[in-house]
């Protein structure tokens, strides 16, 4: 079955591409190699035919037959050149000189090239040879046959044809074994990340891909998988967190809607106490809606959707629109609520939902902070970015629950200060979305009664928009 997969798996049949491929470049520098030889030794050859047969057909017009016969008989009898053919025939093709006996039985060609086989005895055996030769018909009726054996050029096609073969025949040994040895090797890794995936797939979230030490692209692919399981996984979990906190919040005002219709029902027909129980109801679905509404912003902005929604605005104006919503609720607490804002404070951001993380700092500040306290907006430009921030002088929180305080309902204050612990979950998650850093400390360490909350967030700037010309 594993060699079946083997087979039949992509990285197999990639191997053997690229080594069909490889063969295919050694074959064709050695075939080029091979052409250039042998054309260049069938050029030598021709040349030198050519030239000899006119220098002795020059002796025979310049000295005569008996010359060129005497010529001929020493040649054939030179031991340094045996590769030289020569043969002269009278008119009726009968031999008169030359170191071969009789004359071809192929018919002379026009052009006078002429290719025979013939027998030679080398140590005792008998080997056919190949000879090129050119023929001269002489002014006196004789023929005169100049050609060399082409024995070496069958060595040298030997050789390169030799070569070549071993040479494919490495690359496909050393290409297929290859191919196989790696192919099973990025298949067993490929294997061990498809049983992990099985068994998330089947419910275990806790499991991981397995990263190697080499850091290579299976080692990087792995990471991106086991960091994007980490948030869902975080999501997942947040998930189940806000469920349990929503059925655990919200079961006790409905059941309290619920008890007080029941009691009025079963009470007296009196319009005064129906409209005090319906006042009662409408006022815990109201609060009961503010949870949803929190939740659903918490959920816009972690998953992201909202981002084509963005723009470039103007952080500061923005600012101004929620100070002086808060403002009249403010002075009625006894609070100072001051805002300090830049001009041209520009951001890429999703205005709705920033406005609605600034309110919840100024709605939370509002609430834990005591009559007579000042809680200030500031709105800064500083090195290309966009810094929001909110202070108050209230009791502020533990430095070891201001993570916690950042997590869907989380409690910190006292337990009867109203609320259901969303505000800062939102304003996490509106600066998850805008890529925003998020810090939160006091506002005034030095004090140890109250020394305040400061929660700011620090976006990436952005160029003011263009302004369309006036008509």
Known sequence: MQRTRLFKSSIFRFTLI?????????????????????????????????????????????????????????????????????LLVDDAFRPLAGNILEWPKEPIPDPAWLRFDMQIVEGGQSTTHRIRSQVLHLSGGSYLLVGRDMQQRRRVQSSVRGALGWALALALGIGIPGGIFVS????????????????????????????????????????????????????????????????????????????????????????????????????ETDRILDVFNALVAVAQAESGVTRDQMAVVDVGDLARDVVDLYEPLAEDRGLALVLSAA???????????????????????????????????????????????????GPGIPEGERERALERFARIGHPATPGYGLGLSLVAAVARLHDAKLAVGASDPGRKVSPGLKVSMVLPGAAEPMRAADP
């Open 343 to 393: 001009d041209g404070a520009w951001a890429r951001a999703h205005r709705q939902l920033l406005a609605q993380a600034l309110s919840n700092l100024i709605d939370n500040a509002i609430k834990y902070t005591p009559e007579g306290g000042r809680i200030a907006v500031a709105v800064r430009r500083a090195d290309g970015q966009v810094e929001i921030e909110v202070g108050d002088s």
């Open 18 to 86: 690229y080594t069909a491929v490889f063969g295919l470049s050694v074959a064709l520098p050695f075939g080029l190699v091979y052409e250039t030889t042998v054309s260049s030794i069938d050029r030598e050859t021709n040349a030198a035919i050519v030239s000899e047969l006119r220098a002795l057909g020059d002796e025979y017009e310049r000295l005569g037959l008996e010359s060129l016969v005497e010529i001929l008989n020493e040649r054939s009898l030179d031991p340094t050149d045996r590769d030289a053919i020569y």
């Open 184 to 283: 099973r090797w990025v298949l067993r890794r490929v294997e061990r990340m498809a049983e992990t995936s099985l068994e998330i797939n089947q419910g275990d979230m806790r499991r991981r891909m397995p990263v190697g030490e080499a850091g290579d692209e299976f080692d990087r692919l792995a990471s991106s998988l086991n960091a994007m399981l980490d948030r869902i996984e975080q999501l997942m979990t947040g998930m189940r967190a806000v469920t349990d906190s929503v059925a655990h919040d919200l079961r006790a005002p409905l059941t309290h809607v619920k008890g007080r219709i029941e009691l009025t029902l079963r009470g007296p027909r009196d319009a005064e106490a129906y409209r005090s129980a319906l006042t009662d109801a409408l006022a």
